[in-house]
């Protein structure tokens, strides 16, 4: 059974950084893609970013520059680093075990409990 838990959420100011974790129990971490997925309050839940299972990032446009995904097979925990951070970026940061094909992310249904990142102005 697949589990996924976040971590490293939290307050920051505007131009600040965090590091968000999200550790995997369950086998098949090594060969499955993963992604960053946020939640604003009254907002569809959106991708951030994606990692393919041989490291190749995927960004959305609203963070390219800023944000970094990165993971450690060894560890089975992909890590999202999110400097410059903007109020706009304040929501429930999730992350997701997926596939990608043809360098589209799509999301299976394993999900973590969210993380809360707040930015202020």
């Known amino acids: 059974q697949v589990q996924l838990v976040e971590s490293g959420g939290g307050l920051a100011q505007a131009g600040g950084s965090l590091r968000l974790s999200c550790a995997a129990s369950?086998?098949?971490?090594?060969?499955?893609?993963m992604g960053w997925y946020r939640q604003a309050p009254g907002k569809q839940r959106e991708l951030v970013a994606s990692?393919?299972?041989?490291?190749?990032?995927n960004y959305a446009d609203s963070v390219k520059g800023r944000f970094t995904i990165s993971r450690d097979n060894a560890k089975n925990t992909v890590y999202l680093q999110m400097n410059s951070l903007k109020p706009e970026d304040t929501a429930v940061y999730y992350c997701?075990?997926?596939?990608?094909?043809?360098?589209?992310?799509?999301?299976?249904?394993?999900w973590g409990q969210g993380t809360q990142v707040t930015v202020s102005s």
């Open positions: 997701n075990r997926g596939k990608t094909i043809r360098a589209s992310y799509f999301p299976q249904d394993y």
């Open positions: 990692i393919t299972s041989g490291g190749s990032p």
């Open positions: 369950g086998s098949g971490f090594s060969i499955n893609s």
